[in-house]
């Protein structure tokens, strides 16, 4: 999440941000509808945990961001819901807000942050092949809030280097009908301990900043499917020309460490064959992608503003939908 803030060490504008879990949301923080894990997604989005300057901080204060993005893609054989599918396919519009607080100070001699993030789905829908219970094609469209993530870290600073400890935690408050082929909600919740790292030389402009984690899922009750740990992992290479101006690349990385498991994976891996399909096995994730990145500050009034682009472009995946991303985001401290 990038905020700007004016340095005493450097005319650069070190670009100050917290830790998020986009997710998002996606979330942004929080990831929006059916979307490895259970529906081919999970509550890691690509795109939304990676940014300019992860982990440098701006100085106390309340902040505001503000995440649209837009993704569609396809996948092969999938459980949505209570039901198995031999095909989908997702377009989705999702709007992120989220609310910062940066403290003064902390604890272990680091300062305290706290981000609240609500995302809000404006369009998605969904069509399908349905092989069982019964075979049809199927379709949906759905709006309204999706998941909350709620984020607490804790940063230190020292010279050019930058950290941050923290963790999210993925609120189940979408709505979800496990007979609904799209949801606005994942009906499970995540907890994803995250460690962020940058390092940013403030005359030359020149960062590297990465963020990883390893995101643990409980059970959705509605469709017995647990999704397995994920780990993930965003980067961003970026070269600051200017106090209003820097380029960079970022990319995702998402890694299932454990199978999916469940009552409806184990009736899909017995449908899907006798169809003549290849079995879910564990659904492990995998997920690599990488794109473009811009941010351009603003005055405006008496507050600068941070306008932020992204395209993540997926380069390879497996069990997820094959989707890119395109992000816009503006932030500003009140």
Do not use: C
Not at 31 to 37: I, L, N, Q, V
Not at 147 to 169: E, V
Not at 233 to 241: E, S
């Amino acid at each position: 999440m990038t905020i700007p803030i004016r340095s005493s060490r450097s005319r650069l504008p070190l670009l100050a941000s917290g830790v998020l879990a986009v997710s998002l949301v996606l979330g942004p923080a929080a990831a929006p509808p059916a979307f490895a894990g259970e529906g081919g997604g999970s509550h890691y989005m690509p795109g939304t945990m990676g940014d300019f300057a992860m982990a440098l901080i701006g100085p106390k204060g309340f902040y505001l961001r503000n995440d649209l993005v837009y993704f569609e893609g396809a996948i092969g054989s999938v459980t949505l819901g209570d039901r198995i599918y031999s095909s989908a396919s997702q377009d989705v519009w999702v709007n992120t807000v989220k609310g910062i607080y940066l403290a003064e100070s902390g604890i272990l001699g680091g300062r305290f942050g706290a981000v609240v993030s609500l995302p809000i789905v404006i369009d998605a829908s969904a069509a399908g092949e349905l092989v069982s219970p019964f075979q049809r094609d199927m379709s949906g469209s759905k709006s309204g809030i999706s998941d909350m993530t709620l984020t607490s870290f804790l940063n230190w600073a020292s010279g050019n280097s930058h950290m941050s400890a923290g963790l999210s935690i993925f609120v189940p408050v979408g709505a979800y009908d496990e007979d609904n082929i799209i949801n606005l909600g994942r009906n499970y919740w995540s907890f994803d301990p995250i460690f962020t790292y940058t390092w940013l030389h403030p005359q030359r402009g020149h960062e590297v900043s990465v963020t990883t984690g390893f995101m643990f899922n409980t059970s959705n009750e509605a469709t017995d499917y647990s999704s397995g740990t994920e780990w993930h992992l965003d980067f961003m290479l970026a070269q600051h020309f200017s106090k209003t101006f820097a380029l960079g690349l970022e990319g995702s990385v998402l890694r299932g460490v454990s199978d999916d498991d469940g009552r409806l994976l184990d009736r899909a891996n017995v449908v899907l064959p006798a169809l003549g399909l290849e079995p879910l096995g564990g659904f492990r994730a995998q997920y690599f992608g990488v794109g473009p990145a811009v941010v351009v500050t603003q005055r405006i009034g008496s507050t600068d503003v941070s306008f932020i682009g992204k395209y993540l472009i997926d380069v390879e995946h497996k069990n997820r939908f094959d989707s890119d991303y395109l992000i816009v985001s503006a932030a500003f401290k009140f």
